[in-house]
């Protein structure tokens, strides 16, 4: 099955400057690839997705990137604020099947004033 | 649009006794749910998808015995723990598969289990 592997596991960084967290998959049939924002004690929500026909999406200040090739995909969050800060999941899922979301292990972000 | 609730949002209860936990997609019909664990500071785990009007698919490892799931409408899907442990204790997300063609998957807002 699926297997996703995320780093770094905890991430510091300034205000206003950029932030970059990496995740690799295994099963070459993924075809989504959502990131998710959870708050302590909240719900999931979902920042930025990316499917495999695509390389790279932007949203604002959030992107993705994606290489099929190298089986990783990367969030980049530009101009970092004090809000940014929380734990970031990437996953990994096909549009086909069971659609089943297979998490990273998640990323603490904190955004230093 | 695309909202996804659940009930009840905290419970404790007895070790022994059984806990229904419900999830709701409140503005769209949703075939298909998934039941996540989540343990402190760790990511996300399926337990089991769960299929509108079939049986739930359950993740290895997770018994289902103990974690019984119905989907018995478009809209609602429950979690049953049963003769919970003090182990069983946890946050219990579900979410919804949007019926759209993105696929994207809703998140309820949780339930936080403390068995005693």
């Known amino acids: 099955g699926e297997n996703v592997e995320q780093h770094p596991s905890t991430l510091s960084v300034q205000e206003g400057d950029s932030a970059v967290i990496k995740c690799t998959y295994s099963d070459s049939a993924s075809n989504y690839f959502p990131w998710y924002k959870q708050e302590l004690g909240k719900r999931p929500q979902l920042i930025i997705d990316?499917?495999?026909?695509?390389g790279e999406k932007k949203d604002q200040r959030i992107a993705v990137t994606l290489n099929k090739t190298a089986k990783h995909f990367s969030l980049h969050i530009t101009e970092t604020q004090p809000e940014d800060s929380a734990v970031y999941f990437c996953?990994?899922?096909?549009?086909?099947?069971?659609?089943?979301?297979?998490f990273g292990q998640g990323t603490r972000l904190t955004i230093n004033p | 649009g695309a909202v996804v609730s659940q009930h009840p949002s905290w419970v404790i209860c007895k070790s022994g006794t059984s806990v229904k936990i419900e999830c709701r997609s409140l503005d769209f019909q949703a075939t298909t749910m998934f039941w996540y664990r989540q343990f402190p500071k760790q990511s996300l785990m399926l337990m089991a998808t769960s299929n509108e009007g079939s049986k739930a698919t359950y993740e290895q490892g997770v018994e289902k015995d103990k974690f019984l799931i119905n989907h018995a409408s478009l809209t609602l899907s429950t979690l049953t723990v049963t003769s919970a442990h003090p182990e069983d204790s946890s946050f219990y997300i579900c979410?919804?598969?949007?019926?759209?063609?993105?696929?994207?998957?809703?998140f309820g807002p949780g339930t936080r289990l403390l068995v005693l």
């Open positions: 996953a990994a899922s096909t549009f086909q099947g069971a659609q089943k979301l297979v």
């Open positions: 979410s919804a598969l949007g019926t759209s063609g993105r696929k994207t998957q809703y």
């Open positions: 990316i499917r495999s026909n695509v």
